[in-house]
């Protein structure tokens, strides 16, 4: 968990003076609370976080919930604030801190440890000069987050990328894709590897052709 908003361990950085949902975040929080009943506006505090969040990258290039874009979405679901803040400091999905350009990451769970996420960890050391997870590089492009299982184990290990997930990677898919995004470029996601889906890699061997009955 993040802790609350004014802890010792989000101190270091400056919290902006204010916050106000653009034009943009607004329309996308009326569609939300709009998928729900009179008086149950508070259901939509999730993906209003996620809505904030997203403007604070576009804002200032940095993905993360300042304590006054909390307060706006208390204000706007007319909740307490620090129920929002509850909310945002038990998800890891919320940075309730300053964060990179990319925000990598890396699962570490049995499924992706099993299959190298301790070399995919250390490539991403290597690279970007990070020592400990939480940490951002010093030339501001990345940080690194250990994050429990993302739900894709079939092709381990997982690094995600903001939103993004990348699989099946190893030191040198690593190397291409931290290069690639410091390019500025977005390789394509899913499996590095050219599986597709769950597929044994060079393809599926069963079920390769359809065979069905054409109607008459």
């Given at each position: 968990?993040?802790?609350?908003p004014?802890?010792?361990?989000?101190?270091?950085?400056?919290?902006?003076?204010?916050?106000?949902?653009?034009?943009?975040?607004?329309?996308?929080?009326?569609?939300?609370?709009?998928?729900?009943?009179?008086?149950?506006?508070?259901?939509?505090?999730?993906?209003?976080?996620?809505?904030?969040?997203?403007?604070?990258?576009?804002?200032?290039?940095?993905?993360?919930?300042?304590?006054?874009?909390?307060?706006?979405?208390?204000?706007?679901?007319?909740?307490?604030p620090?129920?929002?803040?509850?909310?945002?400091?038990?998800?890891?999905?919320?940075?309730?801190?300053?964060?990179?350009?990319?925000?990598?990451?890396?699962?570490?769970?049995?499924?992706?440890?099993?299959?190298?996420?301790?070399?995919?960890?250390?490539?991403?050391r290597?690279?970007?000069?990070?020592?400990?997870?939480?940490?951002?590089?010093?030339?501001?492009?990345?940080?690194?987050?250990?994050?429990?299982?993302?739900?894709?184990c079939?092709?381990?290990?997982?690094?995600?990328?903001?939103?993004?997930?990348?699989?099946?990677?190893?030191?040198?898919?690593?190397t291409?894709?931290?290069?690639?995004?410091?390019?500025?470029?977005?390789?394509?996601?899913?499996?590095?590897?050219?599986?597709?889906?769950?597929?044994?890699?060079?393809?599926?061997t069963?079920?390769?052709?359809?065979?069905?009955?054409?109607?008459?």
């Amino acid at each position: 968990m993040a802790g609350s908003p004014d802890s010792p361990g989000n101190a270091g950085f400056e919290q902006p003076a204010s916050f106000a949902l653009d034009a943009e975040s607004e329309a996308e929080i009326a569609k939300l609370v709009a998928k729900y009943p009179p008086g149950r506006q508070a259901s939509a505090v999730i993906p209003s976080l996620y809505v904030v969040q997203r403007q604070m990258q576009r804002q200032t290039g940095s993905a993360w919930v300042p304590v006054k874009a909390m307060d706006a979405v208390a204000h706007r679901l007319g909740m307490a604030p620090i129920r929002v803040y509850e909310v945002a400091t038990f998800y890891f999905m919320f940075n309730t801190r300053p964060i990179g350009k990319y925000h990598l990451q890396v699962c570490t769970t049995t499924p992706c440890w099993l299959r190298g996420s301790d070399e995919v960890t250390r490539t991403c050391r290597e690279l970007t000069g990070i020592k400990g997870w939480g940490e951002t590089s010093e030339d501001g492009m990345f940080t690194m987050t250990e994050v429990e299982c993302l739900g894709a184990c079939v092709n381990a290990p997982i690094l995600q990328v903001d939103d993004d997930f990348y699989e099946d990677m190893d030191a040198e898919k690593v190397t291409a894709l931290i290069a690639a995004l410091r390019r500025g470029e977005r390789p394509k996601v899913g499996s590095m590897a050219g599986r597709q889906g769950s597929a044994p890699e060079g393809g599926p061997t069963t079920l390769t052709t359809l065979s069905f009955a054409p109607e008459a």
